[in-house]
C-alpha cells in the first residue's frame, strides 16, 4: 500500500484540531486568512484518507437533503382551503 504523507501545514492544521484549538484559531496560527479555509482543507484531507484507506469516516457522504415542506397537505389535513 502507497504512504498517505502530509505537507507539514496539513499535519499542524490536524495536530492542533486534535488538541480541541478552534478553527479560529488554527487558522490564525498557520496563516490560513479564514476559517473556513481551515474547513475545507480538512475535509479534503479526509476524504483523500478515506479513498486511501477504504475507511468510511463521514467525509464522502452527501449532506442529507432538508424535507420538502407541504403546505397545500397541511392545509387539506387541517380542512383549510
Do not use: C
Not at 484540531?17 to 474547513?39: D, N
Not at 475535509?43 to 475507511?55: D, H, N, P, T, V
Amino acid at each position: 500500500m502507497e504512504r498517505f504523507t502530509l505537507s507539514p501545514l496539513d499535519q499542524k492544521s490536524i495536530y492542533l484540531r486534535g488538541k480541541g484549538w478552534t478553527l479560529e484559531q488554527i487558522a490564525e496560527q498557520v496563516g490560513f486568512a479564514t476559517h473556513s479555509a481551515v474547513l475545507k482543507r480538512i475535509r479534503r484531507i479526509g476524504k483523500a484518507y478515506e479513498l486511501w484507506s477504504g475507511e468510511d469516516l463521514g467525509f464522502r457522504r452527501k449532506p442529507e437533503k432538508k424535507p420538502y415542506f407541504d403546505y397545500n397537505a397541511i392545509r387539506r389535513q387541517k380542512h383549510v382551503v
